[in-house]
């Protein structure tokens, strides 16, 4: 665009055309008459533009050695000597200046205090700090201090692993940055701090990274940062689609403008190869203002418009509830869990089969509970499918652990078994449960909340779902394998209603824009996102109101009874009429539920047309 040839003349030309000699050049690559570098200018950009850092000493002798190649594309032996014995230097420069390594996110003030004495030589080493000043001084020098561009794929390790090797760089990492302010963060949102602290006044960051921090917990204090300097430029959202090869990652293209930006443009890639080849790269545009620290939800105009118009709403899920918790953890399954057991149970209890001692045995069945496993549950059912030897007895939601006497008394078969276990259930969590409560579960938190009325929430769902748990008193184990428990304040509409409004296309369309996207279309349904579900609220006072209350417990109560009737179904005719009516059923409590909302056809459509 400046005319290439003015650049390919006099003592240092910068360029050369392919195909033309010029004793400064190598033949490069690319068709006859193309431009090309001239060996010169490649190495003057190498030394003067281009800067690495890496904690791997062998990630930085390869990316030296890949630059190197660079330079030499296209070379060849009597080319290589023409070079030299122009320039009386060697072809290949020394980029020990511009490609270090070090801890791009540790800087030497690590080792202040009392900290450096605490270390040992081999700790000193692995932590590496870098002074990015020190080590550039030409970059951090003169009237516009910093980098043009800064990019990178930082590493995703979750902070309870580095913890593991140095609990004090955990800390130092805390108090160093705000975007590791809050939780169990991945260090990757320290990279982005870190890498806008690097640029000048006018430059750009691109990093390719997960998109969790859009809607995580952990997040929260790197879209504070990020929105209140309004950096977000553009963002390419993958989805659930894979972009590294042989690792499930759910990732994004983050671009950042140090000075900040009034527009930011959202892609959402969600066909990897077609974005790739351009065929479907449809860009939306939305104010820099929008991006709040809230958590972040991408789509179309329409959609965007729905979700906002629910966000508004005055209550969610978690302004109604008492408790939304997860189920206990034994930290032993395969002692505490049976997923094979026989359906008749004789005069001494029901026959399972143990995991743990690789044999059937028989446990009274007083003691044992029906647990669901996350995919036993569904749109208003769900089927345990496994059994728990729970050693506790529930009163008014409290939980008490049975005495060895008691055990011994009342349940002497679950006793033994217990007994015959008792090895590896001390051996739990290196020992910690060598004590006269060696039989307990490993976290006893919410232990005597499942025997009461509560909706089941399952942890991964491809569509939102809940059942209204009245009298069956099932369990959760863990969260991964089952999911949450929801139970309501007394001043909240009834778990009916609530019921109707969780297994609705609505809130399943809002659910899909605050949560984390897994492969096969599936979605976590975890705390904190159910949390933020709207709900609309009930005046009991207004007649209208109380009618639409009253309405969707009818229907949800028909629901669960159908599908009560479909489990049961023997013939296919049968079942073919039940799912007619659970259809016809279904359709009328979305119709509710719109209405509710006050959604007008169009946004109706922009739901019910939702991308997956």
């Known amino acids: 665009e400046d005319g290439p040839e003015k650049h390919a003349k006099g003592r240092n030309p910068r360029l050369y055309r392919v195909g033309v000699p010029s004793p400064a050049a190598g033949r490069g690559v690319g068709g006859e008459g193309a431009w090309r570098l001239t060996t010169a200018e490649r190495k003057r950009i190498l030394l003067t533009h281009i800067y690495g850092v890496d904690i791997d000493p062998q990630a930085v002798e390869v990316t030296k050695l890949s630059l190197l190649l660079k330079v030499l594309e296209g070379e060849t032996h009597e080319t290589l000597d023409s070079f030299y014995r122009l320039f009386q230097e060697r072809a290949l420069p020394d980029l020990g200046a511009n490609i270090k390594c070090g801890n791009s996110l540790i800087g030497p003030d690590f080792f202040a205090g009392a900290e450096y004495s605490l270390l040992d030589e081999e700790e000193r080493y692995r932590i590496n700090p870098f002074d990015w000043h020190a080590e550039f001084p030409d970059v951090f020098s003169g009237d516009s201090p910093g980098f043009d561009a800064v990019i990178g794929n930082p590493p995703y390790i979750r902070i309870q692993a580095l913890r593991e090797f140095h609990a004090g760089q955990v800390e130092y990492l805390k108090r160093r940055y705000h975007a590791g302010s809050k939780g169990n963060f991945d260090i990757y949102v320290l990279f982005v701090e870190r890498g806008l602290e690097l640029l000048n006044g006018h430059g750009r960051l691109g990093l390719i990274l997960p998109n969790k921090f859009f809607n995580a917990q952990y997040g929260q204090p790197l879209r504070e940062l990020l929105s209140k300097g309004r950096h977000v430029s553009h963002i390419v959202h993958f989805g659930d689609q894979q972009v590294f090869v042989g690792a499930s990652t759910y990732t994004a293209l983050l671009f950042l403008d140090k000075a900040g930006t009034d527009k930011c443009a959202i892609a959402l890639a969600d066909d990897l190869a077609a974005w790739v080849s351009g065929e479907r790269r449809s860009v939306a545009t939305i104010p820099s203002c929008s991006l709040t620290v809230a958590e972040w939800a991408f789509g179309a105009g329409g959609e965007s418009r729905v979700f906002n118009k629910l966000r508004q709403l005055p209550v969610s899920l978690a302004g109604i509830t008492t408790r939304i918790y997860q189920g206990p953890i034994t930290s032993a399954d395969s002692v505490f869990l049976f997923s094979e057991f026989s359906d008749e149970q004789d005069a001494g209890g029901v026959r399972v089969y143990s995991r743990a001692l690789q044999d059937w045995v028989t446990i009274e069945s007083g003691i044992l509970r029906p647990v669901v496993r996350s995919g036993d549950i569904s749109r208003y059912y769900a089927a345990p499918s496994v059994l728990v030897l729970f050693p506790y007895e529930v009163n008014n939601s409290e939980a008490r652990l049975l005495s060895t006497e ?125 949390e933020q579900l709207p709900i609309r609220p009930i005046d009991f006072l207004d007649p209208v109101d109380r009618a639409r209350h009253d309405k969707m417990v009818s229907l949800v109560q028909t629901m669960l009874d159908l599908h009560k009737e479909l489990a049961a179904a023997k013939t296919a005719h049968e079942k073919t009429m039940l799912q007619r009516q659970i259809a016809a059923t279904d359709h009328q409590i979305n119709q509710l539920v719109y209405d509710l909302h006050g959604l007008t056809a169009d946004e109706i459509r922009t739901v019910e047309g939702q991308k997956p």
């Open 406 to 530: 008691e055990l011994g008394t009342r349940f002497p078969r679950a006793w033994e078994y217990l007994l015959a276990n008792r090895k590896a259930l001390e051996g739990r969590e290196k020992g910690r449960f060598r004590d006269q409560q060696w039989y307990r579960f490993g976290r006893t938190q919410n232990l005597g909340l499942w025997e009461q009325s509560k909706l089941m929430v399952p942890y991964m769902v491809a569509r939102l779902a809940a059942w209204l748990d009245t009298d069956c008193n099932y369990y959760f184990i863990n969260v991964t394998t089952g999911g949450y428990g929801v139970t309501l304040r007394s001043d909240a509409p009834s778990l009916h209603y609530v019921c109707g409004l969780l297994n609705s296309t609505l809130l399943d369309f809002f659910l899909k824009r605050v949560s984390s996207r897994f492969r096969g279309g599936y979605y976590a349904a975890n705390k904190q996102y159910i």
